[in-house]
């Protein structure tokens, strides 16, 4: 009989880094509160807000480069690898940036001379006048001369003000044509609704408008409070194009423009509370302090660049313009990622081809607003309040309203490198290579890669991947010093990889343009978001990759006892599945997912520092290993599916006991999910929510995989009967 007690399900454990036994080596000799505090002063500082989160389209990344460079030469290995330096540069793409502004604009008008005459047909040319007596037609053509001057238009928008052109569409071309509001965009004929429907926009240029009908409303035909795949940019453009239009214009919604105004403005807030925070430091150092009074005037003049961007980009979102790539991208991408406008919008993969076939811009809502009550006397807000009501389209062709616009984006891309150390081998083994590697990059301000869709704001990435750029740089450090008395071991390379959250860029880069051969390359040791150690659960991905890993991991695991958490596959969202993919075998350390993953929260003050410690010793001792045996792992195929562990973070509040054939509830968290709920100890778990449980494991593998918050159905056995719950899952004490 076996109890999952508090430790996983109950209580957190506080200070979960228990004492290793300890090895009779050096690194275990050596003072372990020197190498924490070390790994901390490491994370520190990648982590820090001047590192502006390392993303690879920032100047910022190339100080990280830098301080891992001489953090490498300091541990003592070989960094004049290219050219007297340790960086392997490499081009990386990062999207789009606009063209000329000549030629990104959206001119819409409607001339006096467009509008005298009959009303306008489909395909847009003047029907007949009417016959009649020359006073009469001379009268007439007075009257219709006033109207049309009170009635025409101009509407001229540019990258400065009011239009911006969307990367998910075509990346240069120009387009003309009568302007069509075509709604929300929508052909669903299952719901009976069709945007599209009776009118003819081939050749036109239409307007679009975000979201879908009666947005948050739960009785929604468009699946209630949910966004259905009808709101996504990519099926509005797509549908578009199937109806033959030549360009589309994206109008922003209320809401969206709040949300997004809200979040620009907090962030200028923030830069210029900075801003004022580095003007006091300034306004109180000694006389004496030359370099630090330059390097804080520096920092301000770079706040000032931020700030001068972000009340631009506030203006802008103020008018509902969208960013180049807030509705996705079309321009090709070398590797991985997606890029998407926000989570509940985007598609999930890349825009297909013919999303390129027309040019797709934004313009400001306002702007919009006032060519409707022009062209209609309606304002844009009274028309969507009628579709939201009624959900009844109200498509139309704007009268002798004609849209002229263009748009220029190129690929742009962004210098970074590999930062590269040698330990040089000895002896028998020394041509032989083995490489500890950790990505160095993050997602920078947000944005790309961001799990905090609309923010404008520092992701540290302390836990990815601070963390394992540490445990790299002292691991270098630590066999440096260990190998130093061995007569034959293999060479060790260091790497800091750049590009990692881009799509491993520069590991696969790595392994095109090797500086040591593969063939020679026996192993590879890869650390990432090894920082936040749980319940004493450490997870290592590759130990089927190669003979005898696993037990290499076992047998250096009795020094430290770590829960482990052993899975063969060499696959995986990190830079070891670039070097297993080209036959090398692999080991991945891993202490899971959370909550502050890719978000801006994700910062230093959270790492575990004790579990850090704990692991980088057994990481140099692993790497030691692989360094100094005869025999190289021979390399072995495991399956290509992966799931990606996730830490325990949502909070039930329950003891669990395994009895022959199910799990009972023996113990309840006073006040917790489940006490409130009504559950009780004794009672028999069935099931929760769709999946059935036999056992405590069952149970905690759901919960990885929910977040507090959640609801859960909890079917259950209880003196016989049958009972069905609902509970809201906590946050897990202790974080």
């Not at 400001?364 to 062209?375: G, W």
């Not at 800091?496 to 590879?524: C, I, N």
């Not at 909550?595 to 575990?608: F, G, L, Q």
């Amino acid at each position: 009989m076996r109890i999952i007690g508090v430790i996983c399900l109950l209580l957190a454990l506080a200070g979960a880094s228990a004492a290793p036994l300890t090895a009779e080596q050096p690194a275990a000799l050596r003072s372990r509160s020197s190498l924490q505090t070390q790994l901390r002063k490491d994370v520190e500082y990648l982590a820090s807000e001047t590192m502006l989160g390392r993303g690879v389209d920032n100047a910022a990344i190339h100080q990280a480069a830098d301080y891992i460079a001489k953090r490498l030469a300091e541990a003592g290995v070989k960094t004049e690898l290219f050219g007297g330096t340790p960086f392997q540069t490499l081009e990386v793409p990062v999207g789009a940036r606009v063209g000329a502004a000549a030629k990104n604009f959206v001119r819409i008008h409607r001339a006096a001379s467009e509008i005298s005459g009959a009303p306008a047909t489909d395909d847009g040319q003047s029907g007949e006048a009417d016959s009649g007596d020359a006073n009469s037609g001379a009268a007439n053509s007075e009257e219709q001369a006033n109207s049309a001057a009170s009635n025409s238009f101009r509407i001229d928008e540019s990258l400065s003000s009011g239009m911006s052109p969307m990367s998910i569409g075509k990346t240069a071309g120009a387009a003309q044509g009568a302007l069509v509001f075509v709604g929300y965009g929508i052909t669903a004929p299952e719901l009976d609704y069709d945007d599209y429907d009776g009118i003819d926009v081939q050749g036109h240029v239409v307007a679009v408008l975000r979201k879908e009908p009666g947005m948050g409303d739960p009785a929604s035909r468009f699946e209630g409070t949910k966004t259905s795949s009808h709101a996504f940019f990519q099926t509005k453009i797509e549908n578009a194009i199937k109806h033959g239009a030549a360009a589309v214009i994206l109008i922003n919604d209320p809401g969206s423009i709040e949300a997004s105004v809200a979040t620009a403005e907090k962030r200028l807030a923030s830069e210029l509370s900075r801003r004022e925070a580095v003007e006091r430091q300034l306004e109180e150092l000694p006389v004496e302090a030359d370099k630090i009074r330059e390097s804080l005037r520096n920092r301000i003049a770079g706040i000032d660049t931020i700030v001068q961007g972000l009340r631009s980009d506030v203006r802008q979102k103020r008018r509902g313009v969208l960013q180049i790539d807030e509705a996705g991208r079309a321009l090709p991408v070398t590797q991985g990622g997606t890029a998407v406008s926000d989570l509940d919008e985007a598609s999930a993969e890349d825009p297909p081809t013919i999303m390129k076939t027309v040019p797709v811009v934004s313009l400001a809502r306002d702007a919009f607003d006032s060519v409707l009550q022009h062209a209609t006397g309606r304002s844009l807000g009274e028309i969507e309040t009628m579709i939201d009501r009624t959900y009844r389209p109200q498509s139309m062709m704007l009268a002798d309203t004609v849209v002229e616009l263009s748009v220029e984006l190129q690929p742009s891309n962004a210098s970074t490198s590999n930062v590269i150390g040698e330990l040089a081998g000895r002896g028998v083994l020394a041509h032989e290579t083995i490489v500890v590697g950790a990505h160095y990059d993050h997602v920078g301000m947000g944005g790309y890669g961001s799990l905090a869709p609309g923010t404008v704001a520092v992701h540290n990435g302390a836990d990815d991947n601070a963390s394992g750029t540490s445990a790299m740089l002292s691991t270098a450090s630590m066999l440096v010093e260990r190998l130093g008395g061995m007569e034959s071991h293999r060479r060790v390379v260091f790497i800091g990889f750049t590009a990692e959250e881009r799509g491993l860029l520069g590991s696969k880069y790595y392994v095109r343009h090797p500086r040591f051969a593969l063939d020679s390359t026996v192993a590879m040791i890869n650390l990432d978001m090894v920082g936040r150690l749980r319940d004493n659960e450490l997870t290592v991905y590759g130990t089927g990759t190669g003979e005898g890993l696993e037990q290499i991991v076992d047998d250096l695991n009795r020094n430290y006892r770590f829960d482990l958490w052993k899975i063969p596959t060499g696959y995986g969202p990190s830079d070891h599945q670039s070097f297993y993919e080209v036959g090398i075998p692999v080991l991945f350390f891993f202490t899971g997912l959370h909550n502050d993953y890719h978000r801006p929260s994700d910062d230093s003050e959270k790492i575990d520092y004790g579990g850090l410690t704990r692991i980088t010793d057994m990481v140099c001792d692993v790497a030691f290993e692989l360094a100094t045996r005869e025999v190289r792992p021979r390399y072995a195929a495991t399956e290509k599916h992966v799931q990606i562990r996730r830490q325990l973070t949502a909070f039930m509040g329950v003891t669990l006991q395994d009895q022959a054939d199910h799990v009972v509830i023996s113990g309840l968290a006073s006040g917790g999910p489940a006490e409130r709920s009504g559950l009780l100890a004794g009672d028999r778990l069935d099931r929760l929510d769709k999946k059935s449980v036999r056992t405590a494991v069952d149970v905690l593998d759901l919960l990885r995989d929910r977040s507090p918050g959640d609801s859960l159905s909890v079917f259950l056995t209880r003196d016989g009967q049958p009972f069905e719950f609902k509970l809201r899952l906590d946050v897990r004490p202790g974080g």
